[in-house]
């Protein structure tokens, strides 16, 4: 056990927002690059009624495109809206060369099929890398526009110096823009991967030998303090809520009395997701200008 845990320490929070800092300082230059060269960024996000979690994220990405002087729009749709509706103004977007970035926001409606949807977004303006050809990518292990949580995930990890290569890690959640990819990202650099979901057996058995543990499970304090490794480094993706409180999927004071790392919600995963969009909409700009 590390000496730091015998000594009565806390965690050590793995904040988001001194990470998304310098990721949105090396953007800030590379976004000057293109528009040196007459290329303007701009990033649409396509939203369907009225949603107050879906407006409130459309603002942090504003306000992410103001840092970088990308634009930002929103192509707002009605609560109704059929799907061949939603598809042509998806195709429009993809064919108007202003456009650089698309996102779809979520949830849907119940009568549109959200997965559909996104495989309707060009993969080259695809910026949450939801797309099927970008999820390939990351599976070939040539990942470019990646899940954006999932790629958030392992830049905070970065930051704890651990060797990722033979680590032993638990992830719990096994989505398609979460759980799969960052399992995936992970396998890439050699790390021994457990994805934990809702037919796993006995979770804390296998939560307990995460050297890393990742939890993604959209379940408030699903993961107690006795269920995590002393010393384990602890990502939280949850977001929850609760009373009229965010929280975690990790139940915080336990389980960073036991970690050596954790990220706090909210200020962990979510400031390092918007700085990887903005990634994702330059990269998508790079390429737009320069194919590879």
């Known amino acids: 056990m590390p000496a730091r845990l015998l000594e009565g320490k806390p965690a050590r929070l793995l904040a988001g927002k001194p990470v998304a800092a310098r990721i949105m300082a090396d953007l800030s230059q590379r976004a000057q690059g293109l528009k040196s060269r007459g290329v303007s960024l701009r990033l649409v996000s396509v939203q369907v009624g009225q949603n107050p979690g879906a407006e409130a994220y459309a603002r942090q990405q504003a306000r992410?495109?103001?840092?970088?002087?990308?634009?930002?729009?929103?192509?707002?749709?009605?609560?109704?809206?059929?799907?061949?509706?939603l598809e042509a103004t998806l195709r429009e977007l993809n064919d108007d060369p202003e456009t650089t970035g698309i996102l779809l926001q979520l949830p849907l409606p119940q009568h549109l099929d959200a997965r559909e949807l996104q495989q309707k977004i060009s993969p080259d303006k695809d910026v949450e890398g939801v797309n099927a050809?970008?999820?390939?990518?990351?599976?070939?292990?040539?990942?470019?526009?990646?899940?954006?949580?999932?790629?958030?995930?392992?830049?905070?990890?970065?930051?704890?110096?651990?060797?990722?290569?033979?680590?032993?890690?638990?992830?719990?959640?096994?989505?398609?823009?979460?759980?799969?990819p960052t399992a995936l990202l992970l396998l890439d650099k050699l790390a021994t991967v457990t994805v934990c979901h809702i037919g796993t057996r006995d979770l804390a058995s296998h939560t307990r030998r995460?050297?890393?543990?990742?939890?993604?499970?959209?379940?408030?304090?699903?993961?107690?303090?006795?269920?995590?490794?002393?010393?384990?480094?602890v990502i939280d993706v949850g977001i929850n809520l609760v009373g009229g409180k965010i929280v975690g999927d990790v139940d915080f004071e336990s389980g960073s009395e036991v970690a050596a790392w954790i990220t706090p919600v909210p200020g962990g995963v979510g400031p390092v997701t918007v700085a990887?969009?903005?990634?994702?909409?330059?990269?998508?700009?790079?390429?737009?200008v320069s194919p590879t």
């Open 210 to 233: 995460g050297e890393i543990l990742i939890v993604a499970a959209g379940v408030p304090g699903l993961v107690k303090g006795d269920m995590i490794r002393p010393g384990a480094a």
């Open 133 to 180: 050809i970008n999820l390939a990518r990351v599976m070939l292990g040539r990942p470019g526009l990646a899940p954006c949580t999932a790629t958030a995930i392992l830049e905070l990890l970065a930051e704890t110096g651990l060797e990722f290569r033979g680590a032993e890690i638990v992830m719990v959640g096994h989505s398609e823009i979460v759980g799969k």
């Open 276 to 288: 990887v969009l903005m990634r994702n909409l330059v990269l998508a700009g790079e390429r737009q």
């Open 64 to 85: 992410a495109c103001a840092q970088i002087r990308a634009q930002h729009g929103i192509a707002q749709l009605a609560a109704d809206p059929s799907q061949p509706e």
